[in-house]
C-alpha cells in the first residue's frame, strides 16, 4: 500500500513538471519574437487560425494525411488512447473512481491506441525511407507510450499490473519535455502561427480542394 502511495505522488509531480517544462519551452519559443511584417494584409489572421484548427485538420487537405491515409487514421487511434491512458492514470493517481459507461470506452480507446502504436513503430523499423529518417528518440517515445497503454489496458482486469501502470506513466510524463512527446504543446503553438500567418496573406483559408 505504502507502494502505490509513492507511485500515485510520484504520477502527479511528474506530470506537474512536465507542464511546468512544456510551458517553459513555449515561453522560450515566443521570446525569440516576431519578423514584422511590412506587407499590406491580404487575409485575416483570424480566419486562418479557425481553418488550421478545423478544416484543415481533415486528412484530404494535407498532401501527407491524403497520400498515406491508413497512417492517418491509425495517429488518431493513437492519440486517442493516449489520452484515454492519461485520463485513466490521473483518476487512478487521485482515486476518483470514473463511471462506469465510461470504462468500456477507455478501453476500447486503449487497445485501439495500442495496436496502431505498435503498427507504426512496425512501419518505422520495417520500412527502409521511414527507417532512414528515424533517430532514437522517435523509436523510444512510442515504445514508452505502447509500454504505457499495455501497462493501462493490464490493469483493467488485473490489480497486479496497476504499479507497473503507474511506472510507465510516471516514466512517460518525465520524458515528455525531453523527447518528441513534447509535440503535444507544441503541435498547437505551431498551427497557430500557420494559421495566423497564412492567414493574414490570404493563402488561408484555402478556396477549393487540395491539390494532391
Known amino acids: ?108 480507446m486503449m487497445a485501439a491506441g495500442l495496436l496502431a502504436g505498435v503498427g507504426l513503430l512496425l512501419k518505422r523499423a520495417i520500412k527502409p525511407r521511414m527507417k532512414y529518417i528515424s533517430c532514437p528518440d522517435d523509436f523510444v517515445a512510442n515504445i514508452l507510450v505502447d509500454v504505457f497503454l499495455l501497462t493501462g489496458l493490464v490493469s483493467f482486469w488485473r490489480a497486479t499490473a496497476l504499479p507497473a501502470f503507474l511506472i510507465a506513466a510516471i516514466t512517460t510524463f518525465f520524458y515528455v519535455p525531453i523527447g518528441k512527446i513534447r509535440h503535444c504543446l507544441f503541435f498547437f503553438y505551431s498551427r497557430l502561427l500557420f494559421g495566423s500567418y497564412f492567414g493574414r496573406r490570404g493563402v488561408l483559408p484555402r478556396r477549393g480542394p487540395a491539390r494532391i
Open 1 to 108: 500500500m505504502r507502494l502505490m502511495t509513492v507511485l500515485k505522488f510520484g504520477v502527479f509531480i511528474s506530470f506537474g513538471l512536465s507542464l511546468i517544462l512544456l510551458t517553459i519551452q513555449v515561453l522560450h519559443a515566443l521570446s525569440f519574437g516576431r519578423h514584422r511584417l511590412l506587407s499590406q494584409p491580404a487575409g485575416k489572421r483570424r480566419k486562418g487560425v479557425v481553418y488550421a484548427f478545423g478544416q484543415g485538420m481533415l486528412p484530404w487537405e494535407k498532401e501527407s494525411g491524403a497520400k498515406h491515409l491508413p497512417t492517418y487514421i491509425a495517429g488518431m487511434f493513437y492519440h486517442a488512447g493516449i489520452f484515454s491512458a492519461i485520463l485513466a492514470v490521473l483518476a487512478l493517481a487521485a482515486q476518483v473512481k470514473l463511471p462506469e459507461v465510461t470504462v468500456p470506452f477507455l478501453q476500447i
